[in-house]
């Protein structure tokens, strides 16, 4: 067992230890980006998580994705597939796999999915848009799903709009009250992933859904809009990406986030400097220096194929190799590498934790947040 696994074993045993044991994480990977910045060789693939579109179906039309049409369009994933899959990520140690799609509740085999991860020790959990989770959440429950997350668009019809479907957000609410009536935060944890884009940029819109969290007894997570995702949907005015002129809103939101953090640290997943670089994320996209720790992810796609990260380095496809013929060979070690040292098209993904990681951008942040939170 690994160290990272071990530390993982005693926070899931003893949960007390976990904020020092993710401290002590972070402190080693800086030391780790440290290292690296003189000697790129030691940067090996570590995989931590896999993230699998198990489908490319949806039942909604969001605004700022493809999938289901421009992106994979009728692919899926079979279930003999994925429990190959899940059995390699369980013989390579890999402690955590993400359900994802599309809407991965839309695939048939879905529970059987979630059985197999949890027979094999592999942690397991879901992204959906929860519209038909309270009519599967007992099965999922029961096969070992302890933790969902779900995009947050806003309010009653800024939501229908982004989504492209009049009356969901009245069903999402309604899902969501019917899930935590039969299951607790205890039972069951609830993540919003909160999209930052020029649309959502204000407090009052912040507000919300700090108050939509609270109602559902859910952590949230901060996504920023994205600008090199293969499966996001460009509008035709790029309407949801930042311009210069909103660097002021973008400001005045990182600010207010950094106060709720404050107040209530368990609130909001990210740290105070990870939040105070999403305004420098926001706006100057892939003018953002921060190497990325792709090395410790995997993407599968609807379609079979694999790469380290949700953007580039292809290392093969499911129909053809199964995962163990692909990891941690030199392809794999290589483009680990190559991440770090952004021989690609720099996205953001992971932005909180890359920020974390590297010690300069840490301590650059860490003395922002403070400064901002000082000014108030």
């Known amino acids: 067992m690994t160290i990272d696994n071990m530390a993982r074993s005693l926070a899931k045993a003893i949960p007390a230890t976990a904020p020092i044991l993710k401290a002590g994480y972070r402190s080693s990977e800086r030391m780790r980006s440290t290292l690296a910045s003189y000697w790129p060789q030691t940067i090996r693939a570590h995989t931590e998580k896999i993230t699998i579109a198990i489908t490319a179906h949806c039942n909604l039309r969001c605004q700022g ?24 990520a369980a013989a390579a140690k890999i402690p955590a796999v993400r359900l994802y799609g599309g809407e991965p509740l839309l695939h048939p085999d879905v529970v059987r999915m979630v059985e197999t991860a949890t027979r094999l020790g592999v942690g397991c959990y879901m992204t959906t848009n929860a519209l038909v989770l309270d009519r599967k959440i007992a099965a999922l429950h029961a ?16 939501f229908d709009e982004y989504v492209q479907r009049p009356g969901r957000f009245a069903r999402l609410v309604d899902s969501l009250e019917n899930t935590r009536t039969m299951f607790g935060p205890d039972e069951l944890e609830i ?13 009052e819109a912040v507000d919300e859904m700090i108050a939509f969290a ?42 207010h986030l950094l106060r709720l953090k404050a107040a209530e640290p368990s609130l909001l997943t990210e740290s105070a400097p990870a939040l105070a670089a999403f305004a420098d994320w926001a706006m100057e996209q892939q003018g953002m220096r921060i190497p990325c720790d792709a090395r410790k992810l995997l993407w599968v796609g609807a379609d079979g ?10 290392l093969g496809n499911l129909h053809e190799r199964r995962l163990s013929e692909m990891l941690y060979t030199p392809k794999h070690h290589r483009a680990a590498r190559d991440a770090f040292l952004l021989n690609c098209p ?4 992971e932005a909180g934790s890359r920020v974390e990681k ?14 901002r939170l000082a000014s108030e």
């Open 65 to 88: 994705c493809k999938y289901g049409r421009d992106f994979m369009p009728g692919a899926q994933l079979p279930f003999d597939i994925v429990e190959k899959l899940l059995e390699d």
């Open 143 to 158: 096969a070992g799903l302890r933790k969902v997350t779900i995009g947050y668009y806003g309010q009653d019809g800024a």
């Open 191 to 203: 993540q919003l992933n909160f999209l930052l884009s020029r649309r959502s940029a204000t407090i």
């Open 214 to 255: 609270r109602r559902f007894q859910a952590k949230v997570h901060v996504d920023v809009v994205h600008y090199s995702l293969p499966y996001f949907q460009e509008g035709p005015e790029r309407e949801l990406q930042f311009r210069p002129e909103d660097r002021p809103a973008i400001d005045r939101v990182i600010n």
């Open 305 to 314: 194929s694999v790469m380290l990260c949700y953007v580039t380095f292809p």
């Open 346 to 349: 720099n996205c953001h993904c």
């Open 358 to 371: 590297h010690p300069p951008s840490f301590r650059k942040y860490r003395r922002d947040a403070a400064a």
